[in-house]
């Protein structure tokens, strides 16, 4: 049986998703709901056998026209983040499975809005969150091994990850995201706290250095483009004390781009993670690789690791979730991914935004130093 599915937001996240349909089947796009004409949008649809009857245009505040529920089992939502409250409130008391993009709320307290209305009406099981570095094969591999790392190279003292966007026309269009109503750069980029959390079954602790800057002022010069956050780690595989900084950025040139995650144990050996950037791993065999080196920073192994890509995974994992079947993120995970999110928005009101050209260039380096993954 094919699920019929309705997307709100037809932006990149629609492409991806639109990958990983053709491969594993399923799920039958049938409606859209987006903000320009169809005409606009027309190829592009049609393609996927959406007609001008079968689209529809929310308002300014992301409304969604009541017609668009009408014969569809599940809501796909990636228009901005501002919105999917409202959307998911929406489509849930339409009785719809709902799936949304990157984040359920924009701050700790619509969150916490949002899961008690979740919790009091039992839409526990008809709420999936995609975060989609959970399904990229470095993160699955990460969590597969890492119980047998620690036990071979001790407890993890510290994790570094940087991810580093180059210039992107798209994202030229999309400086919504950096506002803080829609999250800002440090909810754009999530995604090394969901792995981190995720793969190493981590809670985490406080901020305790925090770096706004600015890398790419033809994006913004108000909103930072950059962030550099320490935030504590606890948990079975984490020594006392152990930390994470995470690097991210977008806009940055060519030399210093890099989706890169490094893990040191005690022992002093390194896991360094490589994720390849979406055009790599929808169009390519690349799913990237692992790389193990020694106290002397020698590489002593590396993997090139294989398997479906991220989109067709989310498929599946969706299609399951309408069949009763939910092993997605429950709401006490968001929370915990989340959690250094909700602190970064209270400590940014008194957080410096710094453009110095030399302490950009640091943080630029200090990212890719060491990461043979980098560029990739």
Known sequence: MDYKLGVVGLGHWFSWLTAGLGVEGGLELVKAVGTKPFDDKKELLSSFGIERENYYISDENGKIPQQFFDGIDMVHISDPNKFHADQIIDSLRNGKHVVTEKTIAVDESQFNEIKSFIEKNGYQEKIYLHLHYLHKQPTIELANTLPGLVRQNGKIKLIEASFFEPVNGEDVKRTWILDMQNG???????????????????????????????TNSNYSTKDPTGVEATVELNGDSFEQGATATVRVAKGVPDSYVSKSLRIKFDSGRQMLM????????????????????????????AKLLTGPNSSEIFVREIIDFRNGKHDGLKLGDIERIFKPQWEYQRLIKSTPLI?????????????????PCAKN
């Open 184 to 214: 800002g750069i440090f909810m754009d980029w999530v995604h090394p706290y969901e792995v981190i959390a995720y793969a190493t079954k981590c809670s985490f602790g406080r901020i305790v250095a925090l770096k706004n800057l600015v």
């Open 355 to 371: 453009d110095d050209d030399q302490v950009v260039r640091k943080f630029l380096e200090d990212g890719t130093s060491g990461m």
């Open 274 to 301: 490589c994720f390849p950037g979406h055009e790599k791993e929808f169009n390519t065999s690349e799913r990237g690789k692992i790389i193990m080196t020694n106290a002397d920073g020698q590489i002593i192994g």
